[in-house]
């Protein structure tokens, strides 16, 4: 059977390591980028994606923004949704609506426990073929 496949969307290296090691062990082929721009071009490029987690604070393009534009290409292309997991630090107050209206469909806040990542994953992974 094909590996289900993870991009992982952070630009700090020690986070990316952190789920790359989880996601492989739940047996996902990773993607790892560094910055919301990148993770939008990956997206747009329709390399086999299944899940999404997208860290909030980025360079060039956070990922608020870059949820909204993979929700706008998903809605254009009619395209099979695909699940994106906010983790990030912010700890304000409202923080999960933000990410949540922006078109994330869950949230993590840093820092997690590997267990939160492995729940979060599982929770959406009916939504993966
Ligand atoms: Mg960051």
Known sequence: MEKKVALIVDDDIVNQKLLNTILSDLGYSTV????????????????????????????????????????????????????????TAFSMEGNKETCISAGCDDYISKPYEREIIIKMVNKYNYLTT
Request: aromatic letters at 4%; one cysteine or more.
């Open 32 to 87: 790892i980028v560094d910055n919301g721009e990148e993770g939008v071009s990956c997206y747009r490029k329709k390399t086999k994606l299944d899940i999404i987690l997208l860290d909030m604070h980025m360079p060039y393009l956070n990922g608020l923004d870059a949820v909204r534009i993979i929700r706008d290409i998903e809605i254009k292309e009619n395209r099979k949704h695909i699940p994106v997991i906010a983790v």
